[in-house]
Each structure stands twice: as structure tokens, then as C-alpha cells.
């Protein structure tokens, strides 16, 4: 059965070239492992850049989407507009996990920043800690209340590549690459911003601005991948830092390695999903947060820096 779960390099080249409709090994490649491929590479790549901009933006290296409740937050409206809404249209699904990855970001930066010292490092924790097991508790509630829904999103929670087509990433694809673009560009920009905000204001760098931009960037990326795969945790906290120990703190360099080590990942961690229970899958956050939780519990040991 294991021989047969993947397809050889013979198979896949021979499906794109001369690819055969009744040929059930070139139908598998064109409709299941190729879409699976491309959506664990970009969604992947969107998480991890978030949060490579997320520690660089709050300054803190327990930052990214799933820790501070953004995604919490996305996954939270999809169940609402889900169950309380009916709405099962994947672009409508789409919006409403990007309002509600803005809300989380929002309510957290807000709670962080609250006091004389202004945004902190332990502030931004507390805040996103409160947030993540405010939405989880507001998500738990909406499906006891609704179990006849509960199948609807239970795919959501668990977070999967499975099933996921092409058609479902194209409406969220324009702006994932834009985000992406725009993550890209800003690597100069960032690399000046963390060394102080006061160093950057001398230098003439428009700190707001860049904040704004940043944080808008986060939410596209981060709303955009839960409205793909629903809840995939950890790939935004430990990717940067894998970054940052092969090319150091420059953040032109730090943000498109996240990237391609955060597709990477993704698409392993897809690999592993299909082989531990087989012919079933594991859900695909279980798997991340299996890899994602002890490296969690060692920054928080050892308070590796975020720079």
C-alpha cells in the first residue's frame, strides 16, 4: 500500500507530459498531489513570513499568527458565519477569516500597547495569551451550542491540505502574493525599524506607516491561509528562527528563507499526515504543533532573541 501512496518522479514527469485522462496515476497527480503541493507551499510560505513580521513588529521571538490568536480569531468568524449564517462558499468563508484575523490582530496590538510604557514584549504575550483563549472558549461555545454543525467545521479546527483543490486558492492567491511581495520588499525597512523607533524616526524612517503596512501584511497572510487550511499552528514560530540561524538578522535575507522553509515544512508535514495512519490522515495542525510545541517550550527557556 505504501508503494502506492506516491507516485514516482517517472509518473509525475510522465503526467505532465503526456498526460492520459484514463490513466488513473495521471488524474491523481493532476487532481490530488499537485493542488496538495502548491497550497502546502504557499500557505506554508504566507504563515511563516507572518511570522517572521510579527516578531520583527512586536519584538518578541513567542510571536506568530496561532500564539497571539490571529488565527484563533479567523477561525472564530468562519465557525460563526458557518453555523449561525450557513454560509458555505469558500470566497465568503474567505472574507469572514480575514475579519476576523484583523479583529484578533487589532484587540491585541490595542491591549498591548495599553499603558505608559506602550507596546511591550510581555504586554503583547499577555494580550495574545488572553485573545487566543478568548476566541478558543467563543469557538468551543458556538459548537455545543451547534453540534448538528459541528461537521461542517471540524476540518477547520484540525487544519488539512486534504481535499483542498486549486479552485479554493484562487481567490486568496492575488492577495497572498501581493502580502508576499509586499513582506519582500520591506526587508530594509524592518532591518532599520528593529533597531530602536527612535533610531528609526532620527533616520527619517515614517514608523507609523510601516507599522500599518506590517500589520496589514500579517492579517492578508495569516487570514488568508486559515481561510485555505483552517487552523495550522507553530509554522510562524519556529521558521523565522530557523531563518535566522542560517542567514543571521538581515531581514531582506530572514524573510524569503522563512518563506521557502515555511513551504517546505508544510509540505513535509503534509507527507507525514498521509503516512502515520494509513489509508487515513492525521489533521495537519497536529503534526505542526507535534514539531512547533517543544521548540515553543524551548525559546521560552531560553529566551532566544528576536532580531
Do not use: C
Amino acid at each position: 500500500m505504501l508503494g502506492r501512496t506516491f507516485a514516482s518522479w517517472g509518473e509525475v514527469v510522465n503526467a505532465f507530459l503526456h498526460y492520459n485522462p484514463e490513466s488513473t496515476a495521471d488524474v491523481l497527480i493532476h487532481t490530488e498531489r499537485l493542488p496538495r503541493a502548491i497550497i502546502g507551499l504557499v500557505v506554508g510560505a504566507s504563515l511563516a513570513i507572518a511570522g517572521a513580521l510579527m516578531q520583527a513588529l512586536t519584538r518578541n521571538p513567542l510571536a506568530s499568527p496561532s500564539t497571539f490568536g490571529i488565527n484563533a480569531g479567523a477561525i472564530f468568524f468562519v465557525v460563526v458565519a458557518s453555523l449561525m449564517f450557513s454560509i458555505s462558499d469558500m470566497t465568503q468563508l474567505m472574507w469572514f477569516a480575514f475579519a476576523g484575523a484583523l479583529v484578533a490582530a487589532i484587540i491585541v496590538y490595542g491591549l498591548g500597547s495599553i499603558g505608559r510604557d506602550g507596546l511591550t514584549p510581555i504586554k503583547i504575550v499577555l494580550a495574545g495569551s488572553a485573545i487566543l483563549a478568548l476566541f478558543t472558549s467563543f469557538t468551543q461555545a458556538m459548537l455545543v451550542l451547534n453540534e448538528t454543525g459541528m461537521q461542517n467545521v471540524l476540518f477547520w479546527l484540525a487544519g488539512a491540505i486534504g481535499g483542498r483543490t486549486l479552485e479554493m486558492l484562487q481567490p486568496v492567491l492575488p492577495l497572498l502574493t501581493i502580502a508576499g511581495v509586499t513582506a519582500l520588499g520591506m526587508g530594509r525597512a524592518i532591518n532599520l525599524f528593529v533597531t530602536g523607533e527612535d533610531i528609526a524616526k532620527g533616520m527619517g524612517q515614517r514608523v507609523v506607516l510601516l507599522k500599518i503596512v506590517m500589520g496589514l501584511t500579517i492579517v492578508i497572510l495569516a487570514g488568508g491561509s486559515v481561510a485555505i487550511v483552517g487552523a495550522v499552528g507553530f509554522v510562524g514560530l519556529f521558521i523565522p528562527h530557523m531563518a535566522r540561524a542560517l542567514v543571521g538578522t538581515d531581514y531582506r535575507w530572514i524573510i524569503p528563507f522563512s518563506g521557502a522553509l515555511g513551504g517546505l515544512l508544510l509540505m513535509t508535514a503534509d507527507l507525514i499526515a498521509r503516512l502515520v495512519i494509513i489509508p487515513a490522515e492525521v489533521p495537519l495542525g497536529v503534526i505542526t504543533a507535534f514539531i512547533g510545541v517543544p521548540f515553543f517550550l524551548y525559546i521560552a527557556r531560553k529566551g532566544v532573541t528576536w532580531k
